[in-house]
């Protein structure tokens, strides 16, 4: 037997640690095409040689067999578990009929008929037992079945696994998962196996595609291309890559299925040769492109391939620009994606309509040429794009000794151009629009004096990757240069005359002015884009162009609906609908399903935007006919995206509709579209989608909840307004969302507290406590507290804006919460404002109890909150700190009837005014000359005499003039009044 090196790593472990051994590996390859009786398959001999060829050249030990009957088949594999005792890894492969019945998988001998089916047992090859024994002796078993082709027997035909036995039906597509074939996990091995693949060429239920005859099936090629990268890559991530190799190759119409269960981590290090030179860099890529497809979520790959089979582009090079793009680019929005789609779709297309149009006769040029089309075509884009630069870099070698003749310049130049064009059309395919347009523009400068088709169509591309930049970026700039570019082209002309070139042209620059004019405030650039677009209609309908009339009239709609958004007057948005019928007309539901669908949601769109200035609902009614017009043809089996944005319109209307009839049902039904529409639109793979279907999945339970007095529907409701601020604060993930909400409440609380609004605060505090839906106290300690500590903030103004004690109680037993997690010694700054809000609401609980306990805790948090906060480090915090001990010490003075305290208080007061000075801070200024005031009338109540008084004057004059200054006037009237007091005090005595 032949060695392989193989590496084994636990899987369970991150450390960097494996033990490496060599390992005998053993192969049997069936193929089964000259069946008896029932369909011949003309590949399976074909995989079955190249595959033994290629499992020999990777070092396994490899035997190949061939139509084999129920005999020969059961001894080969008999043979083979024999064979396999000692080896450590068992590799079979089988490509023939297979089919499943009873929950057991059979593999058809040549020479089965509709009999055999009568003791499957004997007649066929049960798989199960032949895993069963290899993994007695063998740690890892491998087996690769191209066998989930369609069943070769009758419909009705039924297997019986012994003559006597139940009769159970052919499984309806292939194959089914092996039975036994689980995952193990962390479960401790009670044998020495190290567990089994078992790779189905199509998924569970599905038939496979054998391929042409004369070939290798799909799965079949996918894995002889592929299982050479096992060297130095781990044998699951191959497997994907010949997972998502099938499904490109057979356009989405096959996709493979592995069941693994390893153990460990398996690596095979003997190879033969990789591909070098350009199909070198092209495998390579696109091997990394298999990886990035197989994690892409399944609504963005039923957008690509709806792109794709709409489009008429081949697949592998949709997901190509995806990868260039970069997986964390990738538009979240269902919409924003399919303009991508359809942008870099049309690109492709142009691409390789313009292959023939290609002439060089430098034989280098045209073999990087023909590797970059190959490139594109396999997805490798970055392969492409350096197979292209070095095409131009050989163009522009060759420029200088292109002089012979006028006509040998003139083909030389359009030849050049066409490089540059090329590597432009890659640029663009990979977002890059900037150089894109540059490689247009020296395309165009090369043919402009040779070729007049060629330089419209250079500038014209120009023109369209100006406007794709300026779009994505924002380059006001790059726009004005697209409609210079247009203009270009309008000059070619003759004579101004207004044909159909000149309506396309037109028609293009009238794009570029709407989205220049949905970035202004003013309309004057949609309304000249809306003007060109009527000119270019007179002149398609004129030239019965039907296909750019309805492109031009659908533009046209959308600039009539940007303008009448802005306006009172609903004239506009008549015009937008009635420019959308006209659309449909000329797009046939029988010809045209999905863009019919599509004008019928525009349709709805523009009648729904109709509706607002519309009380009556007419136009709501025809907007909901439409969306259900239009979800006849987007289903959620064909078109899920799609069905979903559809389902969410459909249920704005609904809602509205609902409100205007006072009909629940409506509403009801509004948010079953939600919902509905929620199972596509899902947090994970859509967010903004999913956070837009969550608004109004709100709107529609508030609707609901005018119907009953109880809380569930608005409660429902604020949950779904609270998921959607994930997405709607630009924040991707929930910790994100808890700051965002966070920070909401800080607003809220600043305004409550600004404007005693009480409504605003209790905001403030739902925002708060929103924000400990994600900052749970196991997960996130810290900001559990610090939510914690601001809701505190919030409860403790609400205690004085709405004048209830309890207020104060919740924000004491908030401020408690906050200081299990603040620690002295690990949070010091956090814990010492904690202290001093806690100080803070003491004190004003203790106003409404009188209860000098209360005081002197009080007193004692904010000397607490003292020890941390000091004038140097945190000046704003230590003096509302002092000041705040001032007030405590003054009102238990006050509540015992005593002035012991005044001295203590007088020292915190005038310590404030190391930090509120008259110049920085004039009404925390003011605010500590009146506490300071209130001292010496205290003490000239207890006896201090009129010196006393008149120092408390003097105070309170100083505060009147603070606040005058700091423009806070509403304390000065209390304090005249105190000044008023004290002046009579001195008269009496």
């Given at each position: 037997m032949a060695l392989i090196a193989a590496l084994f790593c636990l899987a369970a472990t991150a450390l960097a640690l494996a033990e490496t051994k060599s390992l005998k590996g053993v192969a049997l390859i069936i193929g089964q095409s000259n069946y008896l009786h029932i369909a011949a398959l003309p590949n399976p001999a074909n995989d079955a040689r190249d595959m033994a060829k290629m499992l020999t050249d990777l070092g396994f030990d490899a035997r190949n067999v061939t139509d084999r009957d129920a005999a020969k088949l059961k001894r080969d594999l008999e043979r083979f578990v024999e064979d396999a005792e000692g080896a450590d890894v068992a590799f079979i492969y089988y490509s023939g009929h297979?089919?499943?019945?009873?929950?057991?998988?059979?593999?058809?001998?040549?020479?089965?008929?509709?009999?055999?089916?009568?003791?499957?047992?004997?007649?066929?090859?049960?798989?199960?037992?032949?895993?069963?024994?290899?993994?007695?002796?063998?740690?890892?078993?491998?087996?690769?079945?191209?066998?989930?082709?369609?069943?070769?027997?009758?419909?009705?035909?039924?297997?019986?696994?012994a003559p006597t036995a139940s009769a159970e039906p052919i499984g309806a597509g292939g194959l089914e998962p092996v039975r036994g074939a689980k995952a193990l996990g962390n479960t401790p091995a009670t044998d020495a196996s190290l567990g089994s693949v078992v790779g189905f060429a199509a998924e569970p239920g599905r038939p496979a595609l054998d391929g042409a005859a004369g070939e290798n099936s799909p799965y079949a090629a996918a894995l002889l291309r592929h299982l050479a990268a096992m060297k130095g890559t781990e044998f699951g991530l191959v497997m994907r890559m010949v997972t998502e190799e099938v499904y490109l190759d057979t356009k989405a119409r096959q996709r493979p299925w592995v069941n693994e269960s390893?153990?460990?981590?398996?690596?095979?290090?003997?190879?033969?040769?990789?591909?070098?030179?350009?199909?070198?860099?092209?495998?390579?890529?696109?091997?990394?492109?298999?990886?990035?497809?197989?994690?892409?979520?399944?609504?963005?790959?039923?957008?690509?391939?709806?792109?794709?089979?709409?489009?008429?582009?081949?697949?592998?090079?949709?997901?190509?620009?995806?990868?260039?793009?970069?997986?964390?680019?990738?538009?979240?929005?269902?919409?924003?994606?399919?303009?991508v789609l359809d942008a870099q779709a049309e690109r492709l297309k142009k691409m390789?309509?313009?292959?023939?149009?290609?002439?060089?006769?430098?034989?280098?040029?045209?073999?990087?040429?023909?590797?970059?089309?190959?490139?594109?075509?396999?997805?490798?884009?970055?392969?492409?794009?350096?197979?292209?630069?070095?095409?131009?870099?050989?163009?522009?070698?060759?420029?200088?000794?292109?002089?012979?003749?006028?006509?040998?310049?003139?083909?030389?130049?359009?030849?050049?151009?066409?490089?540059?064009?090329?590597?432009?059309?890659?640029?663009?395919?990979?977002?890059?629009?900037?150089s894109a347009a540059n490689d247009y523009a020296k395309a165009f400068s090369l043919v402009e004096k040779w070729d007049d088709k060629l330089r419209w169509n250079y500038k014209n591309q120009e023109a369209e990757a100006l406007n794709s930049h300026g779009y994505a970026t924002g380059d006001l700039d790059a726009l004005q240069h697209a409609i210079e570019a247009y203009r270009v082209i309008l000059n070619f002309i003759p004579n101004g005359e207004q044909n159909r070139d000149w309506a396309i042209t037109r028609n293009n620059m009238a794009v570029v002015l709407q989205t220049i004019g949905e970035r202004e405030t003013e309309t004057a650039h949609l309304e000249e884009?809306?003007?060109?677009?009527?000119?270019?209609?007179?002149?398609?309908?004129?030239?019965?162009d039907d296909r750019n009339w309805a492109a031009a009239q659908n533009n046209l709609a959308n600039v009539l609906l940007k303008i009448?958004?802005?306006?009172?007057?609903?004239?506009?948005?008549?015009?937008?609908?009635?420019?959308?019928?006209?659309?449909?007309?000329?797009?046939?539901?029988?010809?045209?399903?999905?863009?019919?669908?599509?004008?019928?949601?525009?349709?709805?769109?523009?009648?729904?935007?109709?509706?607002?200035?519309?009380?009556?609902?007419?136009?709501?009614?025809?907007?909901?006919a439409a969306y259900r017009l239009a979800l006849e043809e987007y289903t959620r089996e064909k078109a899920p995206v799609e069905w979903a944005m559809v389902e969410n319109n459909l249920g704005n209307t609904l809602v509205t509709l609902g409100i205007q009839l006072n009909d629940k049902a409506k509403i009801n039904e509004a948010a079953d579209a939600f919902r509905a529409a929620l199972k596509v639109r899902t947090r994970e793979t859509f967010p903004v989608s999913w956070a837009t279907s969550r608004l109004n999945l709100g709107n529609a339970l508030s609707?609901?909840?005018?119907?009953?007095?109880?809380?569930?529907?608005?409660?429902?409701?604020?949950?779904?307004?609270?998921?959607?601020?994930?997405?709607?604060?630009?924040?991707?993930?929930?910790?994100?969302?808890?700051?965002?909400?966070?920070?909401?409440?800080?607003?809220?609380?600043?305004?409550?507290?600004?404007?005693?609004?009480?409504?605003?605060?209790?905001?403030?505090?739902?925002?708060?406590?929103?924000?400990?839906?994600?900052?749970?106290?196991?997960?996130?300690?810290?900001?559990?507290?610090?939510?914690?500590?601001?809701?505190?903030?919030?409860?403790?103004?609400?205690?004085?804006?709405?004048?209830?004690?309890?207020?104060?109680?919740?924000?004491?037993?908030?401020?408690?919460?906050?200081?299990?997690?603040?620690?002295?010694e690990t949070n010091p700054r956090q814990w010492a404002l904690a202290q001093a809000g806690l100080g803070s609401t003491l004190h004003w609980l203790s106003m409404s109890n009188a209860d000098p306990k209360?005081?002197?805790?009080?007193?004692?948090?904010?000397?607490?909150?003292?020890?941390?906060?000091?004038?140097?480090?945190?000046?704003?915090?230590?003096?509302?700190?002092?000041?705040?001990?001032?007030?405590?010490?003054?009102?238990?003075?006050?509540?015992?009837?005593?002035?012991?305290?005044?001295?203590?208080?007088?020292?915190?007061?005038?310590?404030?005014?190391?930090?509120?000075?008259?110049?920085?801070?004039?009404?925390?200024?003011?605010?500590?000359?009146?506490?300071?005031?209130?001292?010496?009338?205290?003490?000239?109540?207890?006896?201090?005499?009129?010196?006393?008084?008149?120092?408390?004057?003097?105070?309170?004059?100083?505060?009147?003039?603070?606040?005058?200054?700091?423009?806070?006037?509403?304390?000065?009237?209390?304090?005249?009044q105190k000044i008023d007091l004290v002046k009579k005090q001195i008269a009496k005595k």
């Open positions: 297979g089919i499943e019945a009873g929950g057991e998988n059979y593999l058809v001998p040549v020479d089965a008929d509709v009999s055999s089916l009568k003791d499957a047992g004997q007649a066929l090859v049960p798989m199960s037992s032949v895993m069963d024994e290899l993994k007695k002796t063998v740690p890892v078993t491998i087996m690769l079945l191209d066998a989930c082709r369609t069943n070769p027997f009758p419909p009705d035909a039924v297997v019986r696994r390893l153990r460990r981590l398996l690596y095979f290090g003997v190879a033969p040769p990789e591909p070098t030179g350009d199909d070198g860099l092209i495998t390579g890529e696109r091997r990394q492109l298999l990886l990035t497809i197989s994690d892409l979520p399944d609504p963005q790959r039923a957008q690509v391939e709806m792109a794709s089979l709409q489009d008429g582009v081949p697949l592998d090079a949709l997901y190509g620009v995806l990868r260039a793009l970069g997986t964390d680019k990738i538009p979240e929005d269902p919409t924003d994606l399919q303009k390789m309509s313009e292959r023939a149009a290609l002439r060089t006769d430098d034989p280098e040029i045209k073999r990087l040429v023909a590797s970059a089309d190959k490139a594109i075509g396999q997805g490798a884009m970055v392969a492409a794009r350096k197979f292209l630069d070095d095409a131009v870099g050989r163009v522009e070698q060759n420029s200088g000794a292109v002089d012979e003749t006028e006509e040998l310049i003139r083909q030389k130049r359009i030849a050049d151009a066409a490089i540059y064009a090329k590597r432009a059309d890659a640029a663009a395919l990979v977002f890059d629009y900037k884009a809306a003007r060109i677009l009527s000119d270019s209609l007179v002149v398609f309908e004129r030239e019965k009448g958004e802005r306006e009172s007057d609903p004239k506009r948005l008549n015009d937008a609908v009635a420019a959308m019928r006209a659309t449909l007309e000329k797009r046939p539901r029988d010809k045209l399903p999905l863009d019919w669908a599509a004008s019928q949601n525009n349709l709805g769109l523009a009648l729904y935007a109709l509706s607002q200035r519309d009380p009556a609902g007419e136009h709501l009614k025809d907007a909901e609707g609901v909840a005018r119907f009953d007095m109880g809380t569930s529907s608005l409660e429902e409701a604020a949950t779904a307004y609270d998921d959607a601020l994930t997405v709607f604060t630009r924040q991707r993930f929930p910790m994100d969302w808890a700051s965002a909400q966070n920070n909401l409440g800080s607003i809220y609380q600043t305004l409550g507290q600004r404007t005693r609004d009480a409504a605003q605060l209790e905001q403030s505090a739902e925002a708060f406590q929103a924000a400990r839906q994600v900052y749970v106290r196991r997960k996130f300690p810290q900001d559990w507290a610090m939510s914690y500590y601001n809701l505190g903030n919030t409860l403790q103004l609400l205690g004085g804006v709405t004048d209830k004690p309890e207020r104060y109680s919740e924000a004491v037993n908030a401020y408690g919460n906050a200081l299990r997690e603040y620690k002295r209360t005081l002197q805790a009080s007193i004692a948090a904010r000397r607490a909150a003292l020890e941390v906060l000091t004038m140097e480090t945190a000046p704003i915090d230590w003096a509302n700190a002092q000041n705040g001990i001032g007030m405590s010490l003054l009102n238990l003075g006050n509540i015992e009837r005593t002035g012991k305290y005044l001295d203590e208080a007088e020292a915190a007061f005038t310590a404030t005014l190391k930090v509120f000075t008259r110049e920085s801070q004039p009404m925390q200024w003011a605010f500590e000359q009146n506490n300071l005031g209130d001292i010496h009338w205290n003490r000239a109540n207890y006896g201090g005499g009129k010196a006393e008084y008149l120092k408390a004057i003097e105070f309170f004059e100083n505060a009147k003039q603070g606040f005058t200054e700091a423009g806070f006037t509403i304390p000065i009237p209390l304090t005249n």
